[in-house]
């Protein structure tokens, strides 16, 4: 069970800020009601119940701290949290393409605005936005295959939408639906595009401030153009871009994030985890107009080009990092237009993709070959001192933990 995180804010008020969750302790199945009847219990009754900007329940996670509120929400719960169970390491994954679900039938992930998977059936849908516009008929082609097969449809955080229970015989007809309904291919959809989300914004809510939805491809567009003048073709972060401070895109755990601040003006934030876990960004200025874009990035990303740790250190990672005393030092004596001088391209690892029976494996940059099939579902508990071992090794082979272990347990066994 975790506690405490939270994306709502309020430009000013130091009191208000993004924070992410912290664990409080591991219960059982049977004992799961009974423990969300107590946290619940223990906000109601010393939450802040004055002040609603500081009404929720991270504020009061926050102010008591994990170990104290712990404490309190045991005396409602009439016993101890467990210690907490180690969790497989996260990775984000969009679920986009064509996949086993494994009881014979098979889902389609469809990208809204992003995408990626097995069999590259992503669908790029401007931010989240579920239309019928000119020869791409995302509407029409989602309302047919359900009617057809009888599919189920998920929403995902990623603005994204799986299509659920195709069979096998029908996966062909499917593929073709969504070819004839204009539906991209995901090898024509950018990694920037794929990454990125925003809220909805103007003229749907009523809190905005600033453009976000209708304005992201633009945005994305420019981000690209400027990566490619730069020498980094095809490189990409977590983009997040929202026209209030209440954070419904989650500006604050991306790479990169624009927050509305008024008319044409954002706030910037920097540095989230490109795998959206574990720690928020941080706000870096306020008030940068939509136009200076291209003028305020430019030295960031020539700074990550030219002073991270390898290939594999993502933007996100390096703002974190350095952070932005460091940034700011740099900007200073940067002088504009020295990243278009004398460009050194830096080509990104190329996707190796192995077709086989269940579909085509595809490896990402910065990825092993994987050496068995399936999902991985099983645990195996090492030391603090192991893993922390691990996690060097596979951040020094620009691998994830997961292949690397998966290396090291296949060649061991086999020796």
């Known amino acids: 069970v975790m506690v405490g995180g939270g994306m709502g804010r309020t430009h000013n008020k130091e009191s208000t800020f993004a924070r992410v969750n912290e664990m409080i302790g591991y219960v059982p199945k049977e004992d799961i009601t009974e423990a969300l009847k107590a946290i619940l219990a223990t906000q109601r009754d010393h939450g802040n119940r004055q002040v609603r900007a500081n009404a929720r329940l991270k504020y009061l996670v926050h102010t008591l701290g994990i170990d104290n509120f712990r404490t309190l929400v045991e005396k409602y719960f009439g016993k101890s949290f467990q210690a907490a169970v180690p969790l497989p390491e996260w990775h984000a994954v969009d679920w986009l393409g064509w996949h086993p679900q494994g009881d014979g039938n098979w889902f389609v992930g469809i990208n809204v605005e992003q995408g990626d998977g097995d069999w590259f059936v992503g669908i790029n849908v401007e931010q989240g936005r579920v239309k019928d516009e000119g020869d791409f008929k995302l509407k029409t082609v989602l309302r047919k295959i359900v009617d057809k097969y009888q599919c189920d449809l998920r929403l995902t955080a990623n603005q994204n939408i799986v299509v659920c229970g195709i069979k096998s015989a029908d996966k062909a007809d499917v593929q073709q639906l969504l070819s004839s309904h204009g539906i991209k291919d ?34 994305n567009a420019r981000i690209n153009a400027l990566l490619d003048k730069i020498g980094l073709p095809g490189e990409s972060f977590v983009f997040r871009m929202t026209g209030c401070p209440n954070g419904c895109a989650r500006p604050y755990m991306a790479e990169f994030a624009l927050v509305g601040m008024g008319a044409e003006q954002y706030q910037v934030w920097m540095g989230g985890s490109p795998n959206q876990d574990g720690r928020t960004g941080w706000r870096w200025k306020d008030r940068v107009k939509a136009a200076a874009l291209e003028e305020t990035l430019e030295p960031i990303l020539f700074m990550w080009k030219t002073q991270r740790t390898s290939k594999a250190e993502r933007f996100g990672d390096f703002t974190n990092r350095v952070g932005a005393d460091a940034i700011d030092a740099y900007i200073a004596q940067y002088q504009p237009g020295t990243a278009f001088q004398h460009v050194v391209v830096e080509e990104l690892e190329p996707v190796t993709r192995t077709v086989t029976t269940k579909g085509t494996t595809t490896k990402p940059r910065g990825t092993a070959d994987r050496l068995t099939s399936g999902p991985r579902k099983q645990q195996v508990r090492v030391t603090e001192e192991l893993h922390g071992m691990l996690k060097a090794k596979a951040e020094a082979d620009g691998v994830h933990i997961s292949d690397l272990v998966e290396q090291l347990l296949v060649h061991g066994i086999k020796m």
């Open 186 to 219: 995901i090898a024509e959809i950018d990694a920037m595009t794929r990454k990125s989300i925003a809220c909805p914004a103007f003229p749907l809510c009523g809190l905005a401030q600033s453009e976000a939805e209708r304005s992201m491809p633009a945005f």
